[in-house]
T-cell receptor, first 115, second 113 residues
Framework: AQSVAQPEDQVNVAEGNPLTVKCTYS??????LFWYVQYPNRGLQFLLK????DNLVKGSYGFEAEFNKSQTSFHLKKPSALVSDSALYFC?????????????WGAGTKLIIKP | NAGVTQTPKFQVLKTGQSMTLQCAQD?????MSWYRQDPGMGLRLIHY???????DQGEVPNGYNVSRSTTEDFPLRLLSAAPSQTSVYFC????????????FGDGTRLSIL
């Protein structure tokens, strides 16, 4: 069965330090992977995606994600965290069993950046 | 501003009542979808539409109906509200069914007493 796991409910990082939000997946075939961010009381915003090609994907707001096929991971990273990065982050993988472009979502990781 | 608009933002219902959550987009997107978000869980797809006049069920469709009479609007109807439907509901859109959700509304926070 296809699945996505975000092993950390919460990640705490000091402002200016690098951050990593972890995501692992289980799919048959080549994965399509996504990261979204949700700010308080707002809808989700698309950050970046991996379909094929370079394992390091760059996205919005200075975020990037590294696809690692051998470890079945797609961790979200940023070199220097900002307080404004504090939000809920969701990893998702495309559900290839359906006839349409539907996503399987992780449970989310709350990122807290402390000044 | 262009985007996905959801109304109302908050709603409290009694068990057994019905209501409609509104969703409208002004980007001429073909694909629209409804999700519910519950604490500690990822988003779950309720219903989706690949174009006007076409709708289909997602992962958790029971207790909900949808229609898509125009490209812009995709309302979600709760037929007889139950406490298990207490959740935050998000509408999303994308220009086609061949890509990921691109724009989300700000959500409707629904409580069923």
């Amino acid at each position: 069965a296809q699945s996505v796991a975000q092993p950390e409910d919460q990640v705490n990082v000091a402002e200016g330090n690098p951050l990593t939000v972890k995501c692992t997946y289980s799919v048959s075939g080549n994965p399509y992977l996504f990261w979204y961010v949700q700010y308080p009381n707002r809808g989700l915003q698309f950050l970046l995606k991996y379909i094929t090609g370079d394992n390091l994907v760059k996205g919005s707001y200075g975020f990037e994600a590294e696809f690692n096929k051998s470890q079945t991971s797609f961790h979200l990273k940023k070199p220097s965290a900002l307080v404004s990065d504090s939000a809920l982050y969701f990893c998702a993988v495309r559900d290839i069993t359906g006839s349409n472009y539907q996503l399987i979502w992780g449970a989310g990781t709350k990122l807290i950046i402390k000044p | 501003n262009a985007g996905v608009t959801q109304t109302p933002k908050f709603q409290v219902l009694k068990t057994g009542q019905s209501m409609t959550l509104q969703c409208a987009q002004d980007m001429n997107h073909e694909y629209m979808s409804w999700y519910r978000q519950d604490p500690g869980m990822g988003l779950r797809l309720i219903h989706y539409s690949v174009g006007a006049g076409i709708t289909d069920q997602g992962e958790v469709p029971n207790g909900y109906n949808v229609s898509r009479s125009t490209t812009e609007d995709f309302p979600l109807r709760l037929l007889s509200a139950a406490p298990s439907q207490t959740s935050v509901y998000f509408c999303a859109s994308s220009y086609s069914s061949g890509t990921q959700p691109q724009h989300f509304g700000d959500g409707t926070r629904l409580s069923i007493l």
